[in-house]
């Protein structure tokens, strides 16, 4: 039984931080590149980060890059979002999820694996 646990979202002022956590169990993690997606109320769900399976490598949509850092730490099969900078555009459920394929994909479609989300708001 495959399964994803996100943690770490809630409320944030605009321009602070949030380090999201996705735990993994039920697969061999290190096989798997991760990917972080958000969906804000009303839109679609969009790609944010990925990493492969050794984290050597990442990838990042326009919007995030260079406020968002994702990692993984494979002896606790665990990926993060680190996320700074943070506006009220980014307001939206987080999801981690997996995917065995090699090359990069983006797609939600081509993530076999996915956790349940976690909210990040803004206060007021």
């Known amino acids: 039984q495959v399964q994803l646990v996100e943690s770490g979202g809630g409320l944030v002022q605009a321009g602070g931080s949030l380090r999201l956590s996705c735990v993994v169990s039920?697969?061999?993690?290190?096989?798997?590149?991760m990917g972080w997606f958000r969906q804000a109320a009303g839109k679609e769900r969009t790609f944010v980060a990925r990493?492969?399976?050794?984290?050597?490598?990442?990838y990042y949509d326009e919007s995030v890059e260079g406020r968002f850092t994702v990692s993984r730490d494979n002896d606790k099969n665990t990926v993060y979002l680190q996320m700074n900078r943070l506006n009220t555009e980014d307001a939206a459920v987080y999801y981690c999820a997996a995917t065995s394929f090699r090359r990069f994909v983006k797609s939600p479609h081509d993530y076999q694996h996915w956790g349940k989300g976690t909210q990040v708001t803004f206060s007021s």
């Open positions: 039920g697969l061999t993690f290190s096989s798997y590149a």
């Open positions: 990493i492969n399976w050794s984290g050597k490598m990442t």
